[in-house]
Each structure stands twice: as C-alpha cells, then as structure tokens.
C-alpha cells in the first residue's frame, strides 16, 4: 500500500480484557517495528521484525504483550490482561531492511497514525 | 542503553522568525539521527536526518547540526510559517533503526 496502516484507530477496553492491534505496512518493507507513545512523550521502542522473525523484543514491557508477523507482512501486537497503564497510542513503522550496522535510506522508518488505546 | 534528552518541551515564535530545537545524546556509537514532526492525530514524519560522517546537512528551510565530540545535534528552521505548528522530535541510533526517541518540542508559530 502507500503506507503503512493502523487498525483499529481507538480502541476503548476494559481492564483485565485481551485485545489485538494491527499493522499493514508498506508493501514489499520487510522489517517492521512497534513503539508505544504516551501521552506528551516521545515514542518508545517494542519490539522488531526483520520478516518474519522478532529480531529484538528488549522493548517489551513484561509478558502481557506479544506480537507475531506469521507471513512477512502484517503483524498484530497482542496485549492480555489490559491495565490502565498500557493506555497509549500504538505506532507501527516500517523500512525497507533494518541490516545492523548498516546506515543508509533502506533503514529509514515510515510510521502509521498509530492506534489509541484507551483503558478503563 | 541510550539516553536522548531534548529541549525546550515548548517554543513560541512569530511567523517569519527561526527556530532552534536542541538534543543530546549519551551512546558515543549511535551513528544515525533523524528528526520527525508529528501533527495532531498522525504518526511521526521524517524530515531530515543525520549520518555521524556529517557535521551538517540542509534541505530547504531546515537544517541539522550535529557535534559528535559533544554528543549534541539540532534542528534548525528558519521563515518559520504557521503550518510548521507541530511536536518535533529527535531521535539516535547505532545504525540498524531501534530508534531511541526525545521527549518532543511543541513548537508554536503565530501568524
């Protein structure tokens, strides 16, 4: 697609339920990324995938939140037993490659308008 | 890990004025340093970035510094219009993109 796509937008739980998010990215970008914003901070690293595989998931806060990119492409963060503190926008970035150690346009991020969760 | 501090949180400057936005960092490897812009609503835009083998690039009305000795980096707009209205943030990195991000400058420009 043009570029990298969030679903759902808002998404409004209650404490203790289980919910997905979902990203689409930019077509043929094989490495994806998921950060969480706060409200008046600057985004925070989750975890990414260089295709299929979670290169680096050091960013997870603790067990309640996983994510999975099972074919290359969309990926869905899975977060359980929601609390209030994991309320936040959930960004989705994704760059052509993410070689380590190799700076150049390739690993350059593009982001989605992120999805808002709300939990109360 | 790395540690990105960014200031000022807020800066209010007249239409027409330049506009300076501050950060420094902490990793002495981080080699990469991209500035985003984010609108209400919108996820984060890149709008130029910094390799560590360049001590200044420019792209029309903005640019970016960076002094690797002193670990600090700046973004730098000048004519200043209203529609540059937006949360600035800077980020680093060691070269493969897990970016470490600032805490963002609201930036206001009044007509």
């Known amino acids: 697609g043009a570029g990298v796509s969030q679903t759902p937008s808002n998404k409004v739980t209650e404490k203790g339920k289980y919910v997905e998010l979902r990203c689409d990215p930019i077509?043929?970008?094989?490495?994806l990324y998921w950060y969480r914003q706060s409200l008046g901070q600057g985004p925070e690293f989750l975890i990414y995938?260089?295709?299929?595989?979670?290169?680096?998931d050091s960013g997870l806060p603790n067990d309640r939140f996983f994510a999975v990119r099972p074919e290359g492409s969309v990926s869905t963060l899975k977060i359980q037993r929601t609390e209030r503190g994991d309320s936040a926008v959930y960004l989705c970035?994704?760059?052509?490659?993410?070689?380590?150690?190799?700076?150049?346009?390739?690993?350059?991020?593009?982001f989605g308008a992120g999805s808002r969760l709300t939990v109360l | 890990g790395e540690n990105v501090e960014q200031h000022p949180s807020t800066l209010s400057v007249q239409e027409g004025d330049s506009a300076v936005i501050k950060c420094t960092y902490s990793d002495s490897a981080s080699n990469y340093f991209p500035w985003y812009k984010q609108e209400l609503g919108k996820g984060p835009q890149l709008i130029i970035d910094i390799r560590s083998n360049v001590g200044e690039k420019k792209d029309q009305r903005i640019a970016v510094t960076l002094n690797k000795t002193a670990k600090h980096f700046s973004l730098h707009i000048t004519e200043t219009q209203p529609e540059d209205s937006a949360v600035y943030f800077c980020?680093?990195?060691?070269?493969?993109?897990?970016?470490?991000f600032g805490k963002g400058t609201m930036l206001l420009v009044s007509p």
């Open positions: 077509s043929g970008h094989t490495a």
């Open positions: 970035a994704s760059s052509l490659t993410a070689a380590r150690g190799l700076v150049s346009g390739a690993n350059v991020l593009t």
């Open positions: 980020a680093a990195s060691r070269g493969y993109s897990t970016l470490t």
């Open positions: 995938f260089q295709g299929t595989g979670a290169a680096d």
